[in-house]
Structures are given as structure tokens and as C-alpha cells.
DNA sequence: ATTTAAACGAGACGGTACGTCACGTCTTCTG
DNA sequence: CAGAAGACGTGACGTACCGTCTCGTTTAAAT
């Protein structure tokens, strides 16, 4: 099939190399800030060479971008949640779910790397795209499989607009978070919330 | 203010040098883009010697913000608005400013600098509280004095946050701008304001 | 010789790899010029993996040194011609061998792998060795017989060192070429020839 | 005058650097051997940056060829030797001169770095033509002027051309130096003259 | 109307990192 | 099981810019 058609490359793949890099990408970003993240020195505090980073990946974007998937795999038993809660109260799934984002998001070695990759992503297309095919996208499908089950349940006006929902409601968290606009704290995330569920409810 | 802190070491100051470098900037931006602009490149094409940007701007990121400013104060007569559209229509008044931030965000002479800019500010606080309090601040205060009269107008429900109003209202195009999520379209911020507006209007 | 020292390993050697080693090695030299002359680059043209050419030669000289033994063993019927012509006209005798060598090293894709081979051995005295043994002896051995021959015909003064008889005749041949002092003619070297034996000649 | 036509570049040269790198690349040639002489180790340990080296030199045998002019201008007053001796013996003279290059040739710090620029040079014709130009035509045209003395002394005959001349008496000495061919004696070169003399005379 | 001190253009300098090349070794798969 | 294929750690290449530092040379102020 098509995995064995990519095979005969990537078979001979060091994955104790690939592994040591992604680690030593984040340790780096983690410790000294994204700004002092250099090929050289990943390569260096990986043990390896530089040739290896660059046979593999076009970037240093790339490197965290596959970094940050290995920590997200890393996560419980290596597979990704598949859905969001769905408790049939709308508001209260998703104010769990965004507590658990801000949580992350305060976490500094979860943060950094992100953020660092947000910034590589502004003046990297194919990198965004990529990004976005693996790893925003399942999520943003996620997200809209829940509102869409809402929608039916009659917790949501059938007329919105489920991707400009979606904005409305983690868009204002991703901003403050990437461009530090404030605290990220649950009381924020609530009303924000509150004031979008508000806008879309069905109308009597 | 900035000005006057340096006042007496400015007086010397070559405004044809200052305005050719930052005129270099915009143009080497627009041309090759944000990753391919150096100081060296930018004093090359402003015709003068390195240290001359190097005495008056701490950063690449410093000289966008100044370069973008004076695009922004040679709009008409040199003094910039001080307020936002007041029909007594909100909606209306509020699609005419996006329509125009949409037109203005397809520009590339203005987008990009302005992309590059967004970029170098989340790797730089300062230079993003600089941003802040020069550019930002006036337009964001613009924002919320409309809506506070809108709110006393009985168009917006009185407990609604204005902060958050300003997020939900103007976010999505920003976030779709610069993470080059979609079109800028008009119908698109017709939507999310409509979206948007629906949530804050007065409860019967 | 060399061949028995390494014969118990030679027994498996691909005799095919070898000559298309040797071969790729000296079109190479010819084509790019020795600078441009990579392990990795005769590997691919002869079509073989790096480590068949580490296995059985210790740096590129050495694959030049055999590919030029290869060279001279191809001539005729396979044996070295073990002596000079002896007519008993030794300047005659010898402006045949000089024309036969000016000749020679006015061949491109003998002369430049052999001026290759050369600098390689001014750098690496076991190259040297290898080459003195192999190839520079036996030459040098059968000029000796030649002029021996001739001393005891009374052509040469007995008192002649025949060392530096050969390095009188043969040298300035040798430097004009390796240095590229000059054009390779007859002329010159029938003009050092002459100038070298009237030096050697019994004095009455 | 045109001293100062080239000036406004090199005029800025630093020249404490450039003594500091000419120093360096014979220190090192003289320790560790050409072949681990590298651009990277003569400016660390010249305690310059690579690129000052590049600014200013074509190659690492360009450097060499400078650090080798900067030792023989740095012997006595500053000022090349303009004559060999002439007592009017002839073979005394060159004797003497010849015992001085032995000597030369014997130690090390020159000798390392003068084989490594011959090696140099075998493969970089812009290089050998500068060496030429600037080492070895002085040197060849002080020669050529004793033995024309000698010549119109009737210490040799009239005949002889005295190119070829040179090349019999320092041709042996270099060849033996350069391919490492025996010993460096008095006692040789001695022989080689006196047997190039032999052959020079004038016949009676 | 001179002086004089700064800002200026030019660009050399010590550095850091880039992305590439080739080295010589090691590993995997194939004929 | 030798050999082709090629990944690997290593180290040097030559280049691009960094930010600092002289150099003369304007140039505008304070004499």
C-alpha cells in the first residue's frame, strides 16, 4: 500500500535520532526561549549531527511542529480523544473543555513551543498548512461535531453559522494567549462563553 | 513623548535619513518579504550607513512600527480620526469601519509590513507595549467609546463587557488576517458582526 | 606482492567493482579535475556503495595509483617493457625515451591523473612509498642498467654518480611538467640532454 | 600618487590582524601539518573571525604565500638580498648559497609551510603565477645574473643556456627536498655542482 | 564667520549560524 | 554473505548578518 511505497526511505529512519531531536527542540525552546533555538544547537544537545535535522525536516518550524505531536500522542494511551464531552448541557462541556485548554496554556513548557510555532507558522505557509492538517484540523472537527449535536438538540439557532461559532468562542482565548493580552483565567474563558452562547441561542 | 525624551540629541537628526530608511523598509518588505529584510539591506537601500539606524531604532521590529506610523499619519491632513462613525445605526456604522479595515488589510503594501510587524511583536515585548500604547490604544479606545454610547443608546445590553464586545466583534478578522484562515471578505465580517450583535442586544 | 599480502580477503573481491572504480576514478579526474574528485563521486559513477572502495583502498590516491597501473599494465601485451633501447648510441637512446614520455605527458587523461597522484603523495608518505616501490623503482632501475651500460662502454666518465645522472637527465623533464614551467617539447628536452652529457662524458 | 588610488580600501585593513593570521597559519602548518590546517583553526587561533581571512586572501595557499613573504622580508633590515656573492670562484659561490638553502631547507618552520604552498599551488595555477611573480622571478633573475658574470668571465662556456643551467644545479636540490627523495646534504648538492659545472665549462 | 562636536556614509571587525559537502563508519536489505 | 544503498556523527566549507567600532566628511549649533 502506500505506507510500503514511502518505506524504502524513511525504513532506515534512526528513530532514537528523531526522538532525541524533538525532546532537545523542546527543552531548548523551553529553557532559553525560541529566539536562541538554533539547528545547531538542537543538533548538538541531540548528539547529533546537523545533516540528520535537515535530511528530515525543512525547517525549524517543522521540528516543533513534530515535536509538539509527539507530546500530544504522548498523552494517556497514545491515541487522540476523539470527542468532546457531551453531557446535553452545552454550556457546561464546553466551560470543562476550556478549563482544560487554560490549564495547558499556563503550562510554560506546553506554552512556549506553541506559541514559538504560532510565530514560525506567521511567515511559513506550507508549515501552517501542515499544522493545520494535523493537528488543528481533527480538533476543529471535534469542536464542530459537538456544536452540530447541540444544534439539533435545540441548544443552538439552527441559522449559525458553526465555524463562525467556533471563532467566537475559543478565538478570544487564542488571542489573549498568543499575543498576551491579558491573564488567561477561567473566569475569562466563562465570559466569553456566556456572551457567545448567549448570541446564539435559539430565539423563541 | 518618546520624542521629547530624546529631544536634545534629536535635534541633529537627519529626517532625510529617518524617512528613506523607513521608507527602505516598506518597500524591501513588500518585495521580499519580512524574512529577507536585514539592516544591512535596509541601509543599502536608504542609501546610509549602518549605525545611523542602529543610533535611533533598538530593533528591525522598532523600525516597521515607525515605518507603519508614517504611512498612518500621512493619511489626509496628517491628524488621524478621533472617532468612530455615530449615525445612531450601530450596525450599519460598524460595517462601513470593517468594509473599510477589510479593503485596507488587501493591500499588500499595508499587509504585509503589518503582518511582519504582528510577528516581531509576539518575540518582543517591548516592542508589542510599544505598539500598544502608539497604535493600538487610540483605535482600541475609539472602539469602546462607540459602544458605550451605543449602550446608552439602549442598542447593546448594559451588562455586556465592552472589552469582550470589541474581541468578538473585531477577533475573527484579525485572527483571519494573520493566520491567513480564510478570504477577507465583506460578507465574512457581515456575518460575525451580525453573529456578534445578536448576543448583546437589550433582553425584553 | 601487495596483491598476497591482502590475498586471503581478495579471494571474494568483485573484480568487476574494482575495474569500475579505477575507471570511474580516472574519467573523473580528466572530467572535473582532481579537486572535484570525491570518494562519493566515484562510487556512483562506477556504481558501487562507499564502503567497497574503503574496503579495499586507504584514500583516494591510492585508487588513482592502481587506476594508473591499470593504465600502464593495459599497454601492449600486458608485461612492462623491462629495459631501454641499447644501440650503443646512448643520446640517441635516450632522446627516444624523453620524446616517448614528452608525448605521453602531453596526454590529458595521462597527464592529469598522474600530476593528481603526484601533489596526493607530497602530502602522504605512504602514498609516496607505495608509488616509489610500484611504479618509480622499477623505471628507475632500468634507466640505471641503461647508463650503466653505457659507462662501462666509456660513454660516461666512471666517475659519474648515476643517481644524479638520471636526476640531471629526467628532472627538469619532470619539473617543467609538474610545475607547468614551460611547454613539454622535444626541443627542451633534447636541449637538457645535451647540456647533461657533455658534463658526463670521460674526459680524455 | 598610486599608492593612494588602492588605499581607501586597504588603507582600513587592520594590520595587527593580518600579522596575527600570517602568524597563525605557520604556527599551525609547522605543528599539525597542512592537511589539518583549516581556514576555521588560522582565525581562532589568529583570534579573528573567518570572514576577515576571506576578506582579504583567495584561499588558505594565499595566506601561506604571504606568511612565507612576511618571514623572508622580516629577515635582516627589511630589505631582500639583491646579489649572491661573486669572489669571482664560482663554484665557491654557489656552493655557499647552496649550504644556505640547505640549511634552510632543514628547518622546519619554513620548510613545512614552503612544501605545503609547492602543494598548493601543483593544483591552483592564479596562486603558482603569484609565487612566481613575487618569490621566485627575483630570486631566478639574481641567479641568472651571477652565472652571466661567470659566462662573460669565461667561467662557462658561451654556449650554455642558463635556464638550463639553473635548472641543473637547484633543480636536484628542490626535487630532492620537495619529493622527499633522500637526505638534504652538503655533500649533495656539492656532487649535483660539480657535476653541472663539469658539463659547463668551457671547452678548450 | 569660525569653530567644533554630532551625525553621517562607509565598511572592517569578531562573532554566530546558516545550509551544504564530503568524510569514514555503520546498518539494512537484496541478489 | 558480499555488496549497493544510504543514514549517521563529524567537521569544514564559504556566505549572510549581527551589532560594534573606527574612519574621514558633512552639517548645523554655538561661539
Redesign the interface.
Known sequence: MNAQRRAPRAARRNEAARRAILTAALALTAQDG??RLTIERIAVKAGTGKQTIYRWWPSKGAVLLDALLMISEGDGDGTRPAELPDTGDLEADLKAVLHATVSELNTPEISKPM?AL??E???D?VL?ADYRQRLERPVKEMKRRRLRRAQLAGHLAPE??LD??I??IW??L??RW???EGPLTSSYVD??LK??????RPRP
Open positions: 525560541y529566539a506559541r504560532a510565530l507558522m506567521l511567515g505557509d501552517a449559525v453559522d463562525v461559532a471563532e467566537m478565538g478570544p487564542r488571542n498568543l499575543h498576551r465570559t466569553v456572551t457567545a452562547l448567549d448570541g446564539m
